[in-house]
Nanobody
Framework: QVQLVESGGGSVQAGGSLRLSCVAS????????MAWFRQAPGKEREKVAT????????WYADAVQGRFAISHSNARNTLYLQMNFLKPEDTATYYC????????????????WGQGTQVTVSS
């Protein structure tokens, strides 16, 4: 059974940094698409960043491009999201997700989700 467990959320002032982690257990694919999503109160869940763990290629939403960095460690089975220059509009619950099967991020099917970690940025 696949489990994704996020950590690293918290409260920070605008301009600060946080690093989110997502430990995956029971996930059988070394090369697959993983992602971070976020959902703010009253808003739809949005995709923040993706990474192909087989080659490291990544994608970012325009809102976080240049401020966030997604990475992955196969040795630690851990997905990371380094968030710098945080803004109040980054306040949300952040979720990690993993695709249902191996493969790149061209048409991912995110079948596995973590429980979320809260990020609050104050002005």
């Amino acid at each position: 059974q696949v489990q994704l467990v996020e950590s690293g959320g918290g409260s920070v002032q605008a301009g600060g940094s946080l690093r989110l982690s997502c430990v995956a257990s029971g996930y059988p694919y070394l090369s697959a698409c993983m992602a971070w999503f976020r959902q703010a109160p009253g808003k739809e869940r949005e995709k923040v960043a993706t990474i192909y763990t087989g080659g490291g290629s990544s994608w970012y939403a325009d809102a976080v491009q240049g401020r966030f960095a997604i990475s992955h460690s196969n040795a630690r089975n851990t997905l990371y999201l380094q968030m710098n220059f945080l803004k109040p509009e980054d306040t949300a619950t952040y979720y990690c997700a993993a695709s249902a099967r191996g493969g790149n991020c061209l048409l991912p099917d995110f079948a596995h989700w973590g429980q979320g970690t809260q990020v609050t940025v104050s002005s």
